[in-house]
T-cell receptor
Protein backbone atom coordinates (compact mmCIF):
# COMPACT_ATOMS: atom_id res chain seq x y z
CA UNK A 1 0.00 0.00 0.00
CA UNK A 2 1.42 3.38 -0.94
CA UNK A 3 2.16 5.78 1.88
CA UNK A 4 1.14 9.40 2.31
CA UNK A 5 2.42 11.54 -0.53
CA UNK A 6 2.96 15.28 -0.49
CA UNK A 7 3.68 17.63 -3.36
CA UNK A 8 5.74 19.57 -3.98
CA UNK A 9 8.61 18.48 -1.76
CA UNK A 10 10.32 21.86 -1.86
CA UNK A 11 9.04 25.38 -2.45
CA UNK A 12 10.64 28.79 -2.44
CA UNK A 13 8.37 31.81 -2.28
CA UNK A 14 8.71 35.50 -1.47
CA UNK A 15 6.91 37.48 1.19
CA UNK A 16 3.37 38.41 0.27
CA UNK A 17 2.85 35.52 -2.11
CA UNK A 18 0.50 32.63 -1.50
CA UNK A 19 1.16 28.92 -1.69
CA UNK A 20 -0.86 25.70 -2.02
CA UNK A 21 0.41 22.37 -0.75
CA UNK A 22 -1.11 19.01 -1.61
CA UNK A 23 -1.48 15.77 0.33
CA UNK A 24 -2.71 12.38 -0.84
CA UNK A 25 -3.57 10.08 2.06
CA UNK A 26 -3.10 6.33 2.29
CA UNK A 27 -5.83 4.55 0.34
CA UNK A 28 -8.89 4.11 2.54
CA UNK A 29 -7.86 6.79 5.04
CA UNK A 30 -10.44 9.54 5.32
CA UNK A 31 -8.90 11.77 7.96
CA UNK A 32 -6.09 14.15 7.05
CA UNK A 33 -4.26 16.32 9.57
CA UNK A 34 -1.74 19.06 8.82
CA UNK A 35 1.20 20.11 10.99
CA UNK A 36 3.85 22.79 10.84
CA UNK A 37 7.35 21.86 12.00
CA UNK A 38 9.94 24.51 12.86
CA UNK A 39 13.14 24.35 14.94
CA UNK A 40 11.76 26.88 17.40
CA UNK A 41 8.15 25.73 17.84
CA UNK A 42 8.43 22.04 17.04
CA UNK A 43 5.46 20.19 15.61
CA UNK A 44 2.26 22.21 15.78
CA UNK A 45 -1.21 21.12 14.70
CA UNK A 46 -2.81 23.22 11.97
CA UNK A 47 -6.12 21.52 11.21
CA UNK A 48 -7.84 18.21 10.50
CA UNK A 49 -10.30 17.24 7.78
CA UNK A 50 -12.67 14.32 7.60
CA UNK A 51 -15.27 13.73 4.90
CA UNK A 52 -14.53 17.13 3.37
CA UNK A 53 -15.23 18.92 6.67
CA UNK A 54 -12.80 20.66 8.96
CA UNK A 55 -13.37 19.09 12.37
CA UNK A 56 -10.55 20.65 14.32
CA UNK A 57 -8.29 23.67 14.06
CA UNK A 58 -5.10 24.75 15.80
CA UNK A 59 -4.00 28.22 16.84
CA UNK A 60 -2.89 29.63 13.53
CA UNK A 61 -4.04 32.84 11.83
CA UNK A 62 -6.71 32.84 9.14
CA UNK A 63 -4.01 33.05 6.47
CA UNK A 64 -3.72 29.29 6.89
CA UNK A 65 -6.60 27.40 5.35
CA UNK A 66 -7.30 24.01 3.91
CA UNK A 67 -9.81 21.82 2.22
CA UNK A 68 -10.48 18.18 1.50
CA UNK A 69 -11.88 16.66 -1.64
CA UNK A 70 -14.30 13.78 -2.06
CA UNK A 71 -11.40 11.38 -2.74
CA UNK A 72 -9.89 12.42 0.67
CA UNK A 73 -6.99 14.29 -0.92
CA UNK A 74 -6.32 17.52 0.90
CA UNK A 75 -4.74 20.87 0.18
CA UNK A 76 -3.60 23.60 2.46
CA UNK A 77 -3.13 27.20 1.46
CA UNK A 78 -1.12 29.97 3.05
CA UNK A 79 -1.83 33.49 1.85
CA UNK A 80 0.26 36.63 2.29
CA UNK A 81 3.37 34.67 3.19
CA UNK A 82 5.61 35.90 5.99
CA UNK A 83 9.23 34.99 6.71
CA UNK A 84 8.08 33.09 9.78
CA UNK A 85 6.03 30.74 7.63
CA UNK A 86 9.24 29.03 6.53
CA UNK A 87 8.84 25.50 7.82
CA UNK A 88 8.34 21.85 7.03
CA UNK A 89 4.64 21.23 6.45
CA UNK A 90 3.57 17.70 7.22
CA UNK A 91 0.35 15.94 6.54
CA UNK A 92 -0.78 12.76 8.22
CA UNK A 93 -3.60 10.41 7.34
CA UNK A 94 -5.54 7.98 9.48
CA UNK A 95 -8.51 5.69 9.51
CA UNK A 96 -11.57 6.68 11.47
CA UNK A 97 -13.12 3.67 13.16
CA UNK A 98 -16.36 4.03 15.11
CA UNK A 99 -15.71 7.73 15.50
CA UNK A 100 -12.22 7.17 16.90
CA UNK A 101 -9.23 8.48 14.99
CA UNK A 102 -6.66 5.76 14.56
CA UNK A 103 -2.90 5.96 14.17
CA UNK A 104 -1.60 8.88 12.12
CA UNK A 105 0.85 8.13 9.32
CA UNK A 106 2.96 11.02 8.09
CA UNK A 107 4.11 12.00 4.66
CA UNK A 108 7.65 13.26 3.89
CA UNK A 109 6.58 16.89 4.15
CA UNK A 110 6.87 19.98 1.99
CA UNK A 111 9.80 22.26 2.81
CA UNK A 112 8.64 25.86 2.35
CA UNK A 113 11.17 28.65 2.31
CA UNK A 114 9.94 32.25 2.32
CA UNK A 115 12.44 34.87 1.20
CA UNK B 1 -5.22 22.52 26.40
CA UNK B 2 -2.84 19.58 26.45
CA UNK B 3 0.84 20.19 27.13
CA UNK B 4 3.48 17.50 26.62
CA UNK B 5 6.98 17.80 28.05
CA UNK B 6 9.78 15.55 26.85
CA UNK B 7 13.19 14.82 28.39
CA UNK B 8 16.05 14.72 27.70
CA UNK B 9 16.47 16.94 24.66
CA UNK B 10 19.62 15.06 23.64
CA UNK B 11 20.78 11.57 24.50
CA UNK B 12 24.10 9.98 23.62
CA UNK B 13 24.50 6.24 24.12
CA UNK B 14 27.04 3.61 23.24
CA UNK B 15 25.95 0.95 20.80
CA UNK B 16 24.41 -1.93 22.69
CA UNK B 17 23.30 0.19 25.66
CA UNK B 18 19.71 1.12 26.47
CA UNK B 19 18.05 4.48 25.87
CA UNK B 20 15.11 5.89 27.83
CA UNK B 21 13.05 8.95 26.90
CA UNK B 22 10.39 10.31 29.25
CA UNK B 23 7.30 12.41 28.61
CA UNK B 24 4.68 13.95 30.86
CA UNK B 25 1.27 15.21 29.83
CA UNK B 26 -1.18 17.57 31.46
CA UNK B 27 -4.63 16.56 30.18
CA UNK B 28 -5.99 13.64 32.18
CA UNK B 29 -8.48 12.97 29.34
CA UNK B 30 -5.66 12.05 26.94
CA UNK B 31 -5.92 8.38 26.06
CA UNK B 32 -3.60 7.75 23.11
CA UNK B 33 0.19 8.06 23.21
CA UNK B 34 2.26 7.40 20.06
CA UNK B 35 6.00 7.65 19.61
CA UNK B 36 7.55 8.77 16.33
CA UNK B 37 11.07 8.57 14.95
CA UNK B 38 12.18 11.23 12.50
CA UNK B 39 15.30 10.91 10.40
CA UNK B 40 16.89 13.82 8.58
CA UNK B 41 14.85 14.90 5.58
CA UNK B 42 11.96 12.57 6.34
CA UNK B 43 8.56 12.75 7.96
CA UNK B 44 7.92 11.25 11.41
CA UNK B 45 7.54 7.48 11.38
CA UNK B 46 5.40 5.73 13.99
CA UNK B 47 7.47 3.25 15.99
CA UNK B 48 5.06 2.27 18.76
CA UNK B 49 1.88 3.53 20.39
CA UNK B 50 -0.13 2.79 23.51
CA UNK B 51 -3.66 3.47 24.65
CA UNK B 52 -4.68 4.35 28.18
CA UNK B 53 -6.21 0.96 28.92
CA UNK B 54 -2.76 -0.65 28.66
CA UNK B 55 0.19 -0.12 30.98
CA UNK B 56 2.99 -1.47 28.83
CA UNK B 57 3.59 -2.51 25.24
CA UNK B 58 6.63 -4.08 23.64
CA UNK B 59 7.77 -4.60 20.07
CA UNK B 60 11.16 -6.31 19.74
CA UNK B 61 13.76 -3.85 21.09
CA UNK B 62 11.24 -1.08 21.75
CA UNK B 63 8.87 -0.77 24.69
CA UNK B 64 6.57 1.92 26.02
CA UNK B 65 5.23 2.23 29.56
CA UNK B 66 2.35 4.39 30.72
CA UNK B 67 1.56 5.62 34.22
CA UNK B 68 -1.87 7.28 34.08
CA UNK B 69 -1.82 8.31 37.72
CA UNK B 70 1.42 10.23 37.34
CA UNK B 71 0.55 11.25 33.77
CA UNK B 72 3.80 10.16 32.27
CA UNK B 73 4.94 7.67 29.66
CA UNK B 74 8.36 6.46 28.57
CA UNK B 75 10.08 4.95 25.55
CA UNK B 76 12.70 2.26 26.13
CA UNK B 77 15.08 1.14 23.40
CA UNK B 78 17.31 -1.82 24.26
CA UNK B 79 20.48 -2.99 22.50
CA UNK B 80 20.77 0.28 20.60
CA UNK B 81 22.24 0.29 17.11
CA UNK B 82 23.67 3.15 15.00
CA UNK B 83 20.50 3.13 12.87
CA UNK B 84 18.53 4.10 15.99
CA UNK B 85 20.14 7.55 15.74
CA UNK B 86 17.34 10.03 14.99
CA UNK B 87 14.99 12.49 16.66
CA UNK B 88 12.24 10.86 18.70
CA UNK B 89 8.92 12.54 19.48
CA UNK B 90 6.28 11.58 21.99
CA UNK B 91 2.71 12.75 21.51
CA UNK B 92 -0.65 12.64 23.23
CA UNK B 93 -4.24 12.95 22.09
CA UNK B 94 -7.78 12.23 23.19
CA UNK B 95 -10.70 10.97 21.18
CA UNK B 96 -13.37 13.39 22.27
CA UNK B 97 -13.50 16.83 20.61
CA UNK B 98 -9.84 16.66 19.61
CA UNK B 99 -10.12 14.90 16.30
CA UNK B 100 -6.86 14.38 14.46
CA UNK B 101 -4.85 16.53 16.84
CA UNK B 102 -1.64 15.18 18.28
CA UNK B 103 0.14 17.31 20.87
CA UNK B 104 3.86 16.66 20.46
CA UNK B 105 6.77 16.89 22.84
CA UNK B 106 9.79 18.93 21.79
CA UNK B 107 11.78 15.91 20.66
CA UNK B 108 14.88 14.01 21.77
CA UNK B 109 17.98 13.81 19.56
CA UNK B 110 19.39 10.32 20.07
CA UNK B 111 22.96 9.63 18.98
CA UNK B 112 24.22 6.04 19.09
CA UNK B 113 27.98 5.81 18.82
CA UNK B 114 29.63 2.55 17.63
Amino acid sequence: KAGVTQTPRYLIKTRGQQVTLSCSPISGHRSVSWYQQTPGQGLQFLFEYFSETQRNKGNFPGRFSGRQFSNSRSEMNVSTLELGDSALYLCASSLVLAGVTDTQYFGPGTRLTVL
Amino acid sequence: GENVEQHPSTLSVQEGDSAVIKCTYSDSASNYFPWYKQELGKGPQLIIDIRSNVGEKKDQRIAVTLNKTAKHFSLHITETQPEDSAVYFCAASRDSDSWGKLQFGAGTQVVVTP
